[in-house]
């Protein structure tokens, strides 16, 4: 089992940037695939990005492709969520998640470690 920690969520401004950082302590996943979700109030929980264990292969979900870029150093950890030009609607709790194996990298039940998730909130 991993245990995650996100850091890096804050109050910006729409138009603003946040860069997320989730950390690991316990066994390494550097053969994990990574991914970040988010949930905001009073809605499901949805997939945000996600990459592979090498960093050669990464996902977006649409809402956040051209905005958002996720990035890990070599296979190791901290994977990092750089957002970019901010809207409102990016407010949510923001969540790491580490999965062994590829493949449905959208589905969250597939993971099986979680952070305790930093809340990003965008005001307009």
């Known amino acids: 089992q991993v245990q995650l920690v996100e850091s890096g969520g804050g109050l910006v401004q729409a138009g603003g940037s946040l860069r997320l950082s989730c950390a690991a302590a316990?066994?390494?996943?550097?053969?994990?695939?990574m991914g970040w979700f988010r949930q905001a109030p009073g809605k499901e929980r949805e997939f945000v990005a996600a990459?592979?264990?090498?960093?050669?292969?990464?996902y977006y979900a649409d809402s956040v492709k051209g905005r958002f870029t996720i990035s890990r150093d070599n296979a190791k950890i901290p994977v990092y969520l750089q957002m970019n030009n901010l809207a409102p609607e990016d407010t949510a709790v923001y969540y790491c998640?580490?999965?062994?194996?590829?493949?449905?990298?959208?589905?969250?039940?597939?993971?099986?470690?979680w952070g305790q998730g930093t809340q990003v909130t965008v005001s307009s």
């Open positions: 316990g066994r390494t996943f550097s053969t994990y695939l």
């Open positions: 998640a580490a999965k062994i194996g590829g493949g449905d990298y959208y589905d969250g039940d597939k993971y099986a470690d």
């Open positions: 990459i592979n264990w090498s960093g050669s292969r990464t």
